[in-house]
């Protein structure tokens, strides 16, 4: 089994800022992309920011500027600053990691998902 945790969503004001946080746990050898991803009500779940095992990087057009993924393989975890925030970022968070190599037993595993963090920006 492996499971995403993630912490640090809550109330923001407009302008302010937030670090998102997701640690993976479980047998687990490597993980190729970790990202976030975000599921505002009636809205179909869309991909914030998403980050390789090597460190590259892709955003989501709205948060470039604003928004930063880094991650640390040692601790099998990815973090999102979120600066500037603004209302239309207001959503469910959500944590991926995809193509998971487990260590015991051996295999792959796509698409982990964590339970989501909800984040408000408003005044």
């Known amino acids: 089994q492996v499971q995403l945790v993630e912490s640090g969503g809550g109330l923001v004001q407009p302008g302010g800022s937030l670090r998102l946080s997701c640690a993976a746990s479980?047998?687990?050898?490597?993980?190729?992309?970790m990202g976030w991803y975000r599921q505002a009500p009636g809205e179909q779940r869309e991909l914030v920011a998403g980050i390789t095992s090597g460190g590259s990087t892709n955003y989501k057009d709205s948060v470039k500027g604003r928004f930063t993924i880094s991650r640390d393989n040692a601790k099998k975890s990815v973090y999102l600053q979120m600066n500037s925030l603004k209302p239309e970022d207001t959503a469910v968070y959500y944590c991926?990691?995809?193509?998971?190599?487990?260590?015991?037993?051996?295999?792959?595993?796509?698409?982990?998902w964590g339970q989501g963090t909800q984040v408000t920006v408003s005044s």
């Open positions: 479980g047998s687990i050898l490597s993980i190729y992309t």
């Open positions: 991926n990691a995809d193509k998971v190599i487990l260590r015991t037993p051996l295999g792959t595993i796509y698409d982990v």
